[in-house]
């Protein structure tokens, strides 16, 4: 810093970071609440789930902060706090996702498809070296008594989705993987969100570097003056701008929901999907 250069208040920058997402937060449990006793579709439900997830790692997020902001010392978990922004950022994106008001039923129906091809493919990639650790003579997951069906089905009915929509079968090959969470990746979601993409991938990577104990979330920690006892400016200044990040895109869930799951009405599709339409009625593709 230069002699020029007026010294930052990282305490209080910190103060007012935690201020302004205690309000975000409070928000967003209103609109919770309001939701209670609320009949929605399947598709909303969903929403709300993930929409939880999001209030839940904030309210995490707050509960780890508030004290050093009050007291101005003690253990400001920074690491901790980087983790919990990248999960809220990926909470926000999913709710964003699976909200879009713009899709349209076949559309919708892909979405959910691939989700549930990710969930059965992912769940094999975790049981399997869990039964390498269990007794042989062990009784058999009935995961795996429909595992293959239920992959075989769940791949045509991505492939009549997707045609449906119009995609090449490059593409659809590619979704069948069941490695997708996207259709058109986290980019591609975050696009169709509305949300500036430099600023996404940036706090994306960022904080991803502290789910992961990747070497940027250590290898500076003598430089950056880590404290267990009495928070350094860095960590005050990487838990206000952590509170910002995360306070904005849970800002943003709340005006997605705010809009999307008031009622059942507010889901575009919910007639579709209360009375379904041809798609449903197809019989599944091999």
């Keep these: 810093m230069s002699d020029n250069e007026p010294e930052v208040d990282t305490r209080q920058l910190l103060a007012d970071a935690f201020g302004w997402f205690t309000e975000v937060l409070e928000e967003s449990v209103l609109i919770m609440t309001a939701q209670e006793g609320i009949y929605l579709t399947g598709r909303q439900r969903r929403v709300v789930s993930v929409f939880g997830k999001t209030q839940l790692h904030s309210m995490t997020l707050q509960t780890i902060v508030e004290d050093v902001v009050r007291t101005g010392s003690g253990l400001l978990d920074h690491f901790t706090v980087g983790t919990i922004t990248r999960s809220i950022i990926d909470a926000s994106l999913m709710a964003m996702y699976l909200s879009e008001p713009s899709l349209t039923f076949p559309q919708?129906?892909?979405r959910?498809?691939?989700?549930?091809?990710?969930?059965m493919t992912n769940r094999k990639r975790f049981l399997e070296p869990q039964g390498k650790v269990i007794p042989s003579d062990g009784p058999r997951l009935p995961f795996y008594d429909t595992?293959?069906?239920?992959?075989?089905?769940?791949?045509?009915?991505?492939?009549?989705?997707?045609?449906?929509?119009?995609?090449?079968?490059?593409?659809?090959t590619k979704?069948?993987?069941?490695?997708?969470?996207?259709?058109?990746g986290g980019r591609g979601a975050a696009r169709e969100a509305g949300?500036?993409?430099?600023?996404?991938?940036?706090?994306?990577?960022?904080?991803?570097?502290?789910?992961h104990s990747h070497p940027v979330s250590f290898m500076k920690a003598d430089e950056q003056g880590i404290s267990w006892v009495h928070p350094s400016p860095f960590q005050q200044n990487f838990v206000a701008l952590a509170l910002n990040v995360a306070g904005?895109?849970?800002?943003?869930?709340?005006?997605?929901?705010?809009?999307?799951?008031?009622?059942?009405?507010?889901?575009?599709?919910?007639?579709?999907?209360?009375?379904?339409?041809?798609?449903?009625?197809?019989?599944?593709?091999?």
Excluded at 197 to 204: G, I, P, R
Excluded at 258 to 283: H, I, M, N, Y
């Design 112 to 119: 959910r498809e691939i989700l549930h091809l990710h969930e």
């Design 195 to 211: 949300w500036d993409l430099n600023a996404f991938e940036f706090e994306q990577a960022y904080y991803s570097a502290y789910v």
């Design 147 to 172: 595992y293959e069906q239920a992959k075989k089905d769940s791949r045509g009915r991505i492939a009549l989705y997707g045609k449906a929509v119009g995609l090449d079968q490059d593409k659809i």
């Design 248 to 286: 904005r895109y849970l800002e943003r869930a709340n005006d997605r929901m705010r809009a999307f799951t008031a009622d059942e009405s507010c889901d575009p599709l919910a007639d579709q999907l209360r009375e379904g339409t041809w798609v449903e009625k197809e019989p599944s593709v091999p």
């Design 175 to 184: 979704l069948q993987e069941g490695q997708w969470v996207f259709v058109d």
């Design 108 to 110: 919708w129906q892909l």
